[in-house]
């Protein structure tokens, strides 16, 4: 007979398997029950709910969480889950919400959630699925909610008979083929990025009419014409030096378009020729799919003008988009950059922007990395005032402190330890996922600034005079700076700053030394009364990081692990009040992290 002990097996199998569980901070194993756990709620003496969203579970889910057969949602989205669902999941006969999206469950959608008959949603968007959509969805009498965004299934929509099912998304997946009636009064981009035909979306061309073959000598004919024109004003067009208007704001992104070859072509040009031509240099095996023709051939954006140089959006025509920078001082030579730029491309991890390769040539050398598609930080705390507009959440705002904590930390803890020399909002990226991950580590050490600009001077640690000689500990002072701008929403270059001449720390400290320390934080966070202590800690501990002299900061693995409590600590609140809306209410993870009303709570005057 089922009961709470079998739960608690379940969930101790569950920590087994999965190590980052084992912190007894989070499931303690000494206390008697698991419904003070982390993410597990009970009722009725059973667990009813497991929310386990974003706490970096890795690997495959073992058998055993069949036990909990009164469980009512199971959200382990956002993790770096893999392999495939457990056969036991059929007995989980009371689960009506399966949360699995983001990731990366592979294999076909596997038949034993066909049985799990009081499904009521269930996403599986973000994983690595494949094959087709089974019938056997038809089983989930009681679905309403179905997502398989963004996997890799392939074949028809099939006819689904679910009555039930409100809504459906299988955008971004390889699907073709017409879509049935029935999912006819679906949004259209519930079908995105698929070969689908129908209503919704456009109507398939299933009556083939005959044409004689006068009429067919005709269209073949004209369409070649037509193609020649289009050839002929492409040529016309590549030709013509094509100006891209730079956005004046290096956080607005440029809206003109052009070839990338309109703007380096002639320096790359400069370096070829005397049979030296010159290619572009991978840092990774299997990443070379493509060469510099084709990159100058990409349609190219400008997406700001930094420190080194300009950076471009760049989409080639075999379906890649990289980032591009125009590394205008290099100042080392081309050995020392070749091994730098390699050494900087082995660097691996999920918070860090990889670099993909570069060129160098006389008189230009360019830096190749992966496009993050959600902006930067930057934009999302200061791009964009309009009150409309929706603000960055607590919770996400932390996620993101640690996101970048952890890539840190990874650049630090490498043998030798590599400093990032560069660390501010707008080398913060969000990726699809919402997770951040830091770019431009390293870059400093190759290539001097052209300018240096006035927002890279105000994350720059006191004791840093020139640029080029960074440290860790000079690292940990700009990485408090971009604390202090998640806590103030403050940009530190912000004229409110700047014209009273201080920066963003001596303005908190300020503040502190006012005891207007609840003026410090943005007014956008008051509405969190909740979050009061946390960002408290948070500010004590960018305060930390940004002591004037570099021995008083902490290491950034002391950093880490700080945010990461905090981070636990607030994901552990928000269990306690049990707000549905922070998880999986919505099949979309950015819905969850934004909040569009700002209630206004007033703090005390002084904390
Ligand atoms: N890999 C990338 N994916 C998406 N956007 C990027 C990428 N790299 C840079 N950006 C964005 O492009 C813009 C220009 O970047 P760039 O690195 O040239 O300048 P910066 O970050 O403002 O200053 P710096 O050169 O000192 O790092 C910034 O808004 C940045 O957020």
């Not at 989980?92 to 049985?115: A, D, H, K, T």
């Not at 990774?284 to 950076?311: H, I």
């Not at 001449?501 to 005891?515: A, F, H, N, T």
């Amino acid at each position: 007979e089922a009961d709470l002990a079998s739960d608690t097996a379940a969930l101790v199998a569950l920590q087994k398997a999965m190590g980052v569980l084992s912190r007894t901070r989070y499931w303690n194993l000494s206390e008697k029950t698991p419904c003070f756990w982390l993410g597990v709620t009970c009722g009725g003496g059973r667990v009813t709910e497991l929310r386990l969203p974003g706490v970096g579970l890795v690997g495959q889910l073992p058998l055993g969480l069949g036990n909990l057969t009164q469980l009512e949602t199971l959200s382990l989205r956002s993790n770096m889950l893999s392999g495939s669902i457990p056969s036991d999941f059929a007995n989980l006969r009371s689960l009506r919400n399966l949360y699995l999206q983001w990731n990366s469950f592979s294999g076909e959608i596997p038949p034993v959630l066909f049985s799990i008959q009081s499904l009521v949603r269930l996403n599986l968007a973000h994983n690595k699925f494949v094959g087709p959509i089974s019938l056997g969805f038809d089983n989930l009498t009681n679905l309403q909610v179905l997502n398989l965004e963004e996997n890799q299934l392939d074949g028809i929509i099939p006819d689904l008979n679910i009555p039930s099912l409100n809504a459906l998304n299988v955008s971004f997946n390889r699907l073709n083929g017409s879509i049935p009636s029935r999912f006819s009064d679906q949004p259209a981009n519930a079908f995105d990025g698929n070969s689908l035909c129908g209503k919704p979306l456009s109507p398939c061309n299933s009556e083939k009419k005959k044409l004689s073959a006068g009429a067919i000598a005709a269209i073949i004919i004209g369409s070649l014409i037509v193609f020649l024109l289009i050839v002929l004003i492409l040529i016309f067009l590549c030709r013509k030096t094509i100006k891209i208007n730079r956005p004046n704001d290096g956080q607005t992104m440029a809206t003109s378009s052009g070839r990338l070859s309109s703007e380096v072509e002639s320096a790359v040009d400069g370096n070829r020729g005397g049979g030296n031509e010159r290619n572009l240099v991978f840092c990774r095996k299997g990443e070379s799919v493509f060469d510099l023709e084709e990159l100058l051939k990409a349609s190219a954006e400008v997406l700001g003008k930094g420190s080194f140089g300009s950076t471009y959006k760049a989409a080639l025509d075999v379906g890649i988009t990289v980032v591009v920078k125009r590394l205008r001082d290099v100042k080392v030579s081309e050995e020392e950059f070749k091994e730098k730029i390699e050494s900087l491309g082995m660097m691996n991890h999920q918070n860090l922007v990889p670099i993909k390769g570069y060129y160098y040539g006389r008189d230009e050398r360019l830096l190749l990395c992966d496009y993050v598609s959600m902006g930067s930080l930057s934009v999302h705390l200061h791009g964009n005032k309009d009150p409309s507009r929706t603000s960055l959440k607590w919770e996400a705002r932390v996620g993101i402190a640690l996101a970048a904590a952890r890539g840190i930390m990874y650049l630090h803890s490498r043998r030798p330890p590599t400093s990032h020399g560069n660390i501010k909002s707008s080398n913060i990226l969000l990726n699809r996922s919402h997770t951040a991950c830091v770019s431009d580590f390293g870059l400093i050490q190759i290539a001097s600034p052209t300018s240096t600009p006035n927002h890279v001077a105000t994350y720059r640690a006191p004791e840093v005079i020139d640029p080029r000689k960074v440290s860790l500990k000079a690292d940990v002072y700009s990485f408090g700076v971009v604390i202090l701008e998640l806590l103030t929403g403050k940009a530190p270059n912000s004229a409110i700053l700047n014209d009273d001449g201080v920066d963003l720390p001596r303005w908190v400290y300020s503040k502190i030394e006012e005891e207007k320390t609840a003026e410090v934080f943005d007014e956008e966070l008051l509405e969190y009364k909740n979050g009061l202590d946390e960002m408290v800690q948070l500010l004590q501990l960018a305060m930390l990081c940004t002591a004037p002299h570099p021995d008083s900061r902490p290491t950034m693995a002391k950093v880490t692990s700080r945010i990461d409590e905090i981070y636990h600590s607030i994901l552990l609140k928000e269990q306690d009040t049990s707000i549905d809306k922070f998880y999986d209410v919505d099949s979309t993870v950015s819905q969850q992290f934004y909040s569009a009303d700002s209630i206004m709570i007033p703090l005390p005057p002084s904390i």
